[in-house]
């Protein structure tokens, strides 16, 4: 499985930006594909998820803010990020979940995509 990360940038506070991963190979028709993201100095952080039934989840510092979705035909999840704040500065990473009920679950991870807010 390969995550490819892509949509990071330099935007000014209250900007946006939309980020996007391409996910390649084996994904369980139970699944969680999800954004987490690491500050300097900082412990890697969810930002938010969604399962392969739909279902989100969010941090409260990005509720309101920040929407995740996903395309299941094309194997992407994008997370669209509205009035950005510098505290949302940090390379954030895509993730998929693999679940198998009988096994336990596979974790992979892409990249990181550097976003940056500042004036």
């Known amino acids: 499985v390969q995550l490819q990360a892509s949509g990071g940038g330099l935007v000014q506070p209250g900007g946006s930006l939309r980020l996007s991963c391409a996910v390649s190979?084996?994904?369980?028709?139970?699944?969680?594909m999800g954004w987490y993201r690491q500050a300097p100095g900082k412990q890697r952080e969810l930002v938010a998820s969604?399962?392969?039934?739909?279902?989100?989840n969010y941090a409260d510092s990005v509720k309101g803010r920040f929407t995740i979705s996903r395309d299941n035909p094309k194997n992407t999840v994008s997370l669209l990020m509205n009035t950005l704040k510098p505290e949302d500065t940090a390379v954030y990473y895509c993730?998929?979940?693999?679940?198998?009920?009988?096994?336990?679950?596979?974790?992979?991870w892409g990249q990181g995509t550097q976003v940056t807010v500042s004036c």
């Open positions: 993730n998929l979940k693999n679940i198998d009920f009988s096994k336990g679950w596979d974790i992979y």
């Open positions: 190979g084996s994904i369980f028709s139970v699944n969680y």
């Open positions: 969604i399962t392969s039934g739909g279902n989100v």
